[in-house]
């Protein structure tokens, strides 16, 4: 093949949403591709902070009057646990792909640098990882969800 057929060639794959061709004969072997692979970057998840609500969230006590014994509580239990946000903005992704396996389940124990989960950005796949040893209690996104910077990713369980 000379230079001529091969810049058409070039042109033509271009020119079209084919990102890789390959042609084989006995005599050569052409190979031509586009774009890139995603390039994925390792970002570690910091430690998940618990903050009290604000004082407007909460009903005032009245003082004065007495509360029953079978009074039920306003405001729901806190979630037992640590929250692993969202360092970024971006989609979360619970596999490496499709059809494979989520990183971690519901009451998996994993190790410190373990990846839990992946969060895109860009076309950058931004692995978070594990802090510490834990215990997952629950994942708060579903897969292909958007995340916003601090969304709770899931809840865990220090070990």
């Given at each position: ?17 084919i ?13 031509i ?11 570690s998840?910091?430690a998940?902070q ?14 004065s ?15 037992a ?27 998996q ?11 895109e ?8 990882e ?9 994942i ?6 958007a995340v ?10 220090k070990?």
């Amino acid at each position: 093949m000379d230079i001529k057929d091969l810049k058409l060639l070039i042109k033509l794959v271009t020119e079209t949403d084919i990102t890789e061709f390959e042609m084989d004969n006995s005599e050569e072997k052409i190979i031509i591709k586009r774009g890139h692979k995603p390039e994925y970057v390792t970002i570690s998840a910091p430690a998940a902070q618990q903050f009290a609500a604000p004082a407007y969230h909460q009903a005032p006590a009245a003082p004065s009057l007495p509360v029953p014994s079978n009074a039920v509580a306003a405001e729901p239990a806190a979630e037992a646990g640590d929250t692993v946000t969202s360092p970024i903005v971006g989609t979360f992704y619970a596999a490496p792909g499709p059809e494979e396996a989520p990183y971690v389940t519901v009451g998996q124990v994993v190790e410190k640098g373990q990846v839990l989960c992946i969060v895109e950005a860009m076309k950058l796949m931004n692995e978070i990882e594990a802090e510490c040893k834990c215990k997952i209690l629950k994942i708060c996104k579903d897969n292909a969800q958007a995340v916003e910077y601090g969304d709770s990713l899931f809840v865990i369980q220090k070990l």
